[in-house]
């Protein structure tokens, strides 16, 4: 399985942008770079998800490098709900393929 | 709509029992997925449904793990002989077809407790 890495934790002040980095350096030229967050006692819930361009929704944008060895979740405006551990997943083109969640990253947002 | 759906929301259950935890897909979703997470932990993934396909067991930890799919909707997760190392969140997810570029819907979990 492509594997993804970041950081354990990181944190942001209310109402300032946050960069949430993910390295992914042997993704395949089809995998599709997907974000999910997990708020306290919730179950997952998908962010974006993009191929080779940036992406921007309601919730987030997402940037990709150039070679798509790693990509940025970037939140706008912190508001003290988006503490939550984010995931970023790759999605392999096979079907079949199931979500592979690693550790994530734990977002703290101080008021 | 409705989301994906999961009963109970907590179980208790005594060391030994056997325990069924239901999922109801998002409807129309042909792949359906079951995770646990311990806690603290991350998700680790148990089984995968696409359709009427095999279903992907190789996440499941032991044979007292089992799951079924009936009709290509309701998913049911059987624990047989339960084990306190078996306390956790179980969660499922649905998504419209099974494609990389496709998202997941998570419930929100059944807590089980074995005591």
């Known amino acids: 399985d492509a594997k993804t890495t970041q950081p354990n934790s990181m944190e942001s002040n209310e109402e300032e942008p946050v960069h949430l980095p993910c390295n992914h350096s042997t993704i395949s030229g089809t995998d599709y770079i997907h974000w999910y967050r997990q708020l306290p006692s919730q179950g997952p819930e998908y962010v974006i998800h993009g191929l080779t361009s940036n992406v921007n929704n309601r919730m987030a944008s997402l940037a990709i490098a150039e070679d798509r060895k790693s990509s940025t979740l970037i939140l706008h405006r912190a508001t003290l709900r988006d503490a939550a551990v984010y995931y970023c997943i790759l999605r392999e083109t096979n079907y079949g393929q199931n979500f592979v969640f690693g550790p994530g990253t734990r977002l703290s947002v101080l008021p | 709509g409705a989301g994906v759906s999961q009963s109970p929301s907590n179980k208790v259950t005594e060391k030994g029992k056997d325990v069924e935890l239901r999922c109801d897909p998002i409807?129309?979703?042909?792949?359906l997925y079951w995770y646990r997470q311990s806690l603290g932990q991350g998700l680790e993934f148990l089984i995968y449904?696409?359709?009427?396909?095999?279903?992907?067991k190789s996440g499941l930890p032991s044979d007292r793990f089992s799951a079924e799919r009936t009709g290509g909707s309701v998913s049911t997760l059987t624990i047989q002989r339960t084990q306190q190392e078996d306390s956790a969140v179980y969660l499922c997810?649905?998504?419209?077809?099974?494609?990389?570029?496709?998202?997941?819907?998570f419930g929100q979990g059944t807590r089980l407790t074995v005591v």
């Open positions: 997810a649905s998504s419209p077809v099974d494609r990389p570029n496709t998202e997941a819907f």
């Open positions: 449904f696409q359709g009427n396909s095999a279903p992907d």
């Open positions: 409807s129309g979703h042909t792949a």
